[in-house]
């Protein structure tokens, strides 16, 4: 199909009455402007589930340039997954609406909430020129009646809570296990829900768990320390630290960079991903060549975004450099305290070949859960 019909039938799409009556499902309409039309007709393509029509919609709605800096295809493998985590979006809030942006509040059918930003060109015919989308926390609710009374024990503390999580976890709205404790003095431990729903494991008291982007703040944290223990400068390059890693632009982002992810760096999400063996991928080192080829996004320290995994897997390679295993014993010991629930390093996850059916049943692993996380990682990148 060539671009110029796919221009013609993007018009047709935007033309129909979208913008200004609410998508199948929503509680909000979304405005009838360029932005708002075109934000519209990507919320109705994407809940079709028609990976054609939404290769079409980004091929007719978007400009050269954003289609240069990320192709359909690739656009394609980040939708899939998307769209397997959260079924499908409505619009629940319009956050900002401005003549040439768009940011809209989206609530997914698995529960979770996101934001989704739309940019358009000034001027006519408005396409649009990227998008932004992150998971954001669920709106507070009023509650439904006064605050309860304290316990009188924390055997009726935990009595209660025990109830509160049996009632979640009938409903599959919680999985995971729960300590707690006072004076190291534990009162209640119990796990709760499934650690694979489609083998029906349960979870246990021994079910390992992945911390997802929770892994950030330790990287951070150790880095933090390392800085205040005179080890490096936040203002030091990677080619500093990493001396053999040969990239252009090595000896211009810096450690800071990478800690607020404004590096430019790109992801390793893309086709060389999506060819490799998993098997084949268990160390950090493995994950460099799916982008340290690619360009920069952007200069160094000119913008911002959410960190995709080349910041993430640089920030964990300067923690293995010879001068950083004095402070990374000392961050062990003083970020994580011995704990009974055992946790699972996303890399160590990917890289294993067993059986799915050996995993879930041997290791009771929160497979969903863990793709969950994975998935809202990715959407908060921008596409």
């Known amino acids: 199909m060539n671009v110029g019909l796919l221009r013609v039938l993007a018009v047709f799409l935007l033309s129909l009455p979208m913008a200004g009556v609410p998508e199948e499902?929503?509680?909000?309409?979304?405005?009838?402007?360029?932005?708002?039309?075109?934000?519209a007709a990507y919320v109705s393509v994407f809940n079709k589930g028609d990976e054609k029509a939404m290769g079409v919609f980004w091929t007719a709605n978007f400009t050269a340039e954003s289609l240069r800096q990320r192709p359909v295809e690739e656009r394609l493998q980040f939708y899939r997954r998307m769209r397997e985590d959260m079924k499908r979006i409505i619009v629940v809030a319009v956050e900002e609406s401005k003549p040439t942006s768009l940011v809209l509040r989206m609530k997914a059918e698995n529960g979770g909430f996101f934001r989704f930003g739309f940019q358009v060109e000034p001027d006519p015919p408005h396409l649009l020129t990227g998008m932004r989308i992150e998971s954001v926390e669920a709106p507070a609710q009023a509650p439904k009646s006064a605050a309860e009374p304290p316990k009188g024990s924390?055997?009726?503390?935990?009595?209660?809570?025990?109830?509160?999580?049996?009632?979640l976890a009938s409903g599959d709205e919680f999985s995971g296990v729960v300590l707690l404790?006072?004076?190291?003095?534990?009162?209640?431990?119990?796990?709760?829900?499934?650690?694979?729903?489609?083998?029906?494991?349960?979870?246990?008291i021994e079910t390992k768990f992945n911390l997802g982007s929770i892994n950030k703040i330790f990287t951070k944290t150790a880095i933090a320390q390392l800085a205040a223990a005179g080890k490096f400068s936040l203002t030091d390059t990677?080619?500093?630290?990493?001396?053999?890693?040969?990239?252009?632009?090595?000896?211009?982002?810096?450690?800071?960079?990478?800690?607020?992810?404004?590096?430019?760096?790109?992801?390793?999400?893309?086709?060389?991903?999506?060819?490799?063996?998993?098997d084949r991928v268990r160390?950090?080192?493995?994950?460099?060549?799916?982008?340290?080829?690619?360009?920069?996004?952007?200069?160094?320290?000119?913008?911002?975004?959410?960190?995709?995994?080349?910041?993430?897997?640089?920030?964990?390679?300067?923690?293995?450099?010879?001068?950083?295993?004095?402070?990374?014993?000392?961050?062990?010991?003083?970020?994580?305290r011995p704990s009974r629930v055992r946790l699972l390093d996303p890399e160590s996850r990917r890289g294993r070949s067993e059986d799915r059916a050996a995993v879930g049943a041997r290791l009771g692993l929160a497979r969903h859960r863990w793709r969950q996380s994975w998935r809202q990682r990715r959407a908060r990148d921008r596409r």
């Open 181 to 204: 404790a006072r004076n190291n003095a534990a009162f209640l431990e119990k796990a709760y829900g499934l650690a694979d729903r489609e083998f029906r494991v349960p979870v246990n």
């Open 154 to 167: 924390d055997a009726e503390a935990g009595m209660a809570t025990d109830a509160f999580l049996r009632d």
């Open 25 to 39: 499902g929503s509680q909000v309409e979304i405005p009838d402007s360029p932005v708002g039309r075109r934000a």
């Open 283 to 336: 160390t950090l080192a493995d994950y460099l060549p799916f982008f340290e080829s690619d360009p920069l996004k952007f200069e160094p320290g000119t913008r911002r975004l959410r960190a995709p995994r080349p910041r993430k897997l640089r920030r964990r390679r300067i923690l293995d450099s010879p001068r950083s295993h004095e402070i990374r014993r000392r961050a062990q010991g003083r970020q994580a």
């Open 238 to 278: 990677i080619r500093k630290h990493l001396p053999r890693y040969g990239v252009p632009y090595a000896g211009r982002v810096t450690i800071q960079q990478l800690l607020d992810f404004s590096s430019g760096m790109g992801d390793i999400f893309g086709a060389k991903f999506e060819a490799t063996p998993k």
